[in-house]
T-cell receptor, first 112, second 112 residues
């Protein structure tokens, strides 16, 4: 596809469950970002990849959050033992350089 | 780290009027300032950006101004139309980091 693709678009999890969110960036984009967007807020940085290397994970809120991009293309954000405060939209963005970010439509996670 | 504030949080204007959204940033090393538009349920999309070596940039009905001394930048939309209704986010990034820091957003409503 031409744009950034994320799946699932919607995920409902019971508290304590593990979830995995997938991001398929634009082909050839070296940079990949994950952001967390709470309702009515701006995107908050979680982590950044350059190809397969995770260069910055300073925004991950706890060690329950883990991201990978093993082949420098598709990325997965995993949240273990989900808590209610994890409920948010998780946005993935890719970039050819470090200027325009191309966002996916997000994965809306609701933790009950 | 960088902190971006944005005002107002909500803005209503009559169709045809102008809208102005203001952002301030804290890190004097920031030198790239993009604006993103996010329609309801959609992905954020870049509408205009400015680098710190210029004070103003225009693209049709949209303009951005930057005051590096005061560390603030503004988005100006002229001749507003109903399709301009959306949430607008400003962001800041420095030359060395990869992290785009976003403001909390402004919900613009253009009333017919």
């Amino acid at each position: 596809g031409a744009g950034v693709s994320q799946s699932p678009r919607y995920k409902v999890a019971k508290r304590g469950q593990d979830v995995a969110l997938r991001c398929d960036p634009i082909s050839g984009h070296v940079s990949l970002f994950w952001y967390q967007q709470a309702l009515g807020q701006g995107p908050e940085f979680l982590t950044y990849f350059q190809n397969e290397a995770q260069l910055d994970k300073s925004g991950l809120p706890s060690d329950r959050f883990f991201a990978e991009r093993p082949e420098g293309s598709v990325s997965t954000l995993k949240i273990q033992r989900t808590q209610q405060e994890d409920s948010a939209v998780y946005l993935c963005a890719s970039s050819l350089g470090l200027r325009e970010l191309f966002f996916g439509e997000g994965s809306r996670l609701t933790v009950l | 780290g960088e902190n971006v504030e944005q005002h107002p949080s909500t803005l209503s204007v009559q169709e045809g009027d102008s809208a102005v959204i203001k952002c301030t940033y804290s890190d004097s090393a920031s030198n790239y300032f993009p604006w993103y538009k996010q329609e309801l349920g959609k992905r954020p999309q870049l509408i205009i950006d400015i680098r710190s070596n210029v004070g103003e940039k225009k693209d049709q009905r949209i303009a951005v101004t930057l005051n590096k001394t005061a560390k603030h930048f503004s988005l100006h939309i002229t001749e507003t139309q109903p399709e301009d209704s959306a949430v607008y986010f400003c962001a800041a990034k420095d030359n060395y980091g990869q992290n785009f820091v976003f403001g909390p957003g402004t919900r613009l409503s253009v009333l017919p």
